[in-house]
């Protein structure tokens, strides 16, 4: 249900924001937009957000210096926002929400349909959280900063408004917050297209080794921890992999896996309409959305293969 989410906070003196654990950007747009629109408009209010350290192509959104990595215990807060993700799924954040006089849910995923707050705004037909940040933010009190922060998370989540989530309104909306005047295009090249050589590297290994399966409707590729090693590469020089593998032509379910413990994986989906991402993540455990999702697995890559099949397989029927 849409608010007002300044009348939400009016008389807050500590309110705290934090988004789901390796944010992308969606979630750090989120978290930094309501920041700076609290921050602006919420005179004598101490606002803080709480999230893994971003990717640093986000540091030009205002308040991303701001950010509080490291969770420390927090007296207890008047208003606990919790942006693009459920309680559990903020990790060490969710501890702000014990003690708090109100927590706020604003989320986008199928998987948390119902919200986790006293209040929610969750609408899993929109293509990212931002556009719903940008429902509750009044125009007239909106300015260039909260106006770049949403219109970054948009645009990731929307892949560039090309995927399916990307409606009429999104693109309406998003037409307002480039009038703000902000540089659009190189904020989409630098954050969302432009890849550093390393990255580079690991994409065209994981896509050297990638294998089709399933009649060559289905691909894969995982990236273990000794290559991880060879290459000095981190699981954020991973970002556009799953991506491209799903640009491949043919493939309906594109999977990327890689190795974060022993005989244990995480796994990236991505799909085309006859494939419910969500849904296949979600009998492992984990989430998203129809065309995106994602899920932890344990055992070997073949066993976990074999065990994405079979429910992939159901729905390719």
Same mark, same amino acid.
């Given at each position: 249900?849409?608010?007002?989410?300044?009348?939400?906070?009016?008389?807050?003196?500590?309110?705290?924001?934090?988004?789901?654990?390796? =944010?992308?950007?969606?979630?750090?747009?989120?978290?930094?937009?309501?920041?700076?629109?609290?921050?602006?408009?919420?005179?004598?209010?101490?606002?803080?957000?709480?999230?893994?350290?971003?990717?640093?192509?986000?540091?030009?959104?205002?308040?991303?210096?701001?950010?509080?990595?490291?969770?420390?215990?927090?007296? =207890?807060?008047?208003?606990?926002?919790?942006?693009?993700?459920?309680?559990?799924?903020?990790?060490?954040?969710?501890?702000?929400?014990?003690?708090?006089?109100?927590?706020?849910?604003?989320?986008?995923?199928?998987?948390?349909?119902?919200?986790?707050?006293?209040?929610?705004?969750?609408?899993?037909?929109?293509?990212?959280?931002?556009?719903?940040?940008?429902?509750?933010?009044?125009?007239?009190?909106?300015?260039?900063?909260?106006?770049?922060?949403?219109?970054?998370?948009?645009?990731?989540?929307?892949?560039?408004?090309?995927?399916?989530?990307?409606?009429?309104?999104?693109?309406?909306?998003?037409?307002?917050?480039?009038?703000?005047?902000?540089?659009?295009?190189?904020?989409?090249?630098?954050?969302?297209?432009? *890849?550093?050589?390393?990255?580079?590297?690991?994409?065209?290994?994981?896509?050297?080794?990638?294998?089709?399966?399933?009649?060559?409707?289905?691909?894969?590729?995982?990236?273990?921890?000794?290559?991880?090693?060879?290459?000095?590469?981190?699981?954020?020089?991973?970002?556009?992999?799953?991506?491209?593998?799903?640009?491949?032509?043919?493939?309906?379910?594109?999977?990327?896996?890689?190795?974060?413990?022993?005989?244990?994986? *995480?796994?990236?989906?991505?799909?085309?309409?006859?494939?419910?991402?969500?849904?296949?993540?979600?009998?492992?455990?984990?989430?998203?959305?129809?065309?995106?999702?994602?899920?932890?697995?344990?055992?070997?890559?073949?066993?976990?293969?074999?065990?994405?099949?079979?429910?992939?397989?159901?729905?390719?029927?």
């Amino acid at each position: 249900m849409k608010f007002d989410l300044l009348k939400e906070c009016a008389g807050a003196k500590r309110i705290a924001i934090s988004g789901h654990q390796k =944010p992308d950007g969606d979630c750090v747009g989120a978290c930094l937009a309501v920041w700076h629109y609290l921050k602006q408009n919420l005179e004598g209010a101490e606002v803080l957000v709480f999230l893994e350290e971003p990717d640093p192509v986000f540091a030009e959104l205002c308040g991303y210096d701001e950010i509080i990595h490291d969770f420390p215990d927090q007296e =207890p807060f008047d208003v606990f926002i919790i942006l693009d993700c459920n309680l559990e799924r903020t990790g060490l954040a969710a501890k702000y929400a014990n003690g708090a006089g109100k927590v706020i849910n604003v989320d986008h995923h199928i998987t948390n349909a119902n919200g986790c707050g006293d209040l929610n705004y969750v609408d899993p037909k929109v293509g990212a959280a931002c556009e719903l940040i940008y429902d509750l933010v009044e125009a007239d009190r909106m300015d260039v900063e909260t106006a770049k922060a949403i219109y970054v998370g948009m645009v990731h989540d929307t892949g560039v408004f090309q995927y399916e989530n990307t409606t009429p309104e999104t693109l309406r909306k998003a037409a307002h917050l480039i009038s703000y005047g902000f540089d659009f295009y190189r904020i989409i090249q630098e954050t969302f297209y432009q *890849k550093t050589y390393l990255q580079a590297q690991i994409m065209g290994r994981a896509l050297m080794e990638s294998v089709r399966f399933m009649d060559g409707r289905c691909v894969v590729s995982v990236i273990d921890r000794k290559t991880m090693d060879f290459y000095g590469v981190t699981t954020r020089d991973f970002e556009g992999i799953v991506n491209q593998l799903r640009n491949i032509k043919g493939i309906s379910c594109a999977i990327f896996m890689y190795e974060t413990g022993t005989l244990e994986y *995480k796994v990236s989906l991505r799909t085309d309409q006859k494939v419910d991402a969500a849904k296949v993540a979600a009998y492992f455990g984990g989430g998203g959305h129809a065309r995106a999702a994602g899920c932890t697995m344990k055992g070997t890559f073949h066993d976990c293969v074999n065990n994405l099949s079979a429910e992939i397989e159901k729905q390719l029927i």
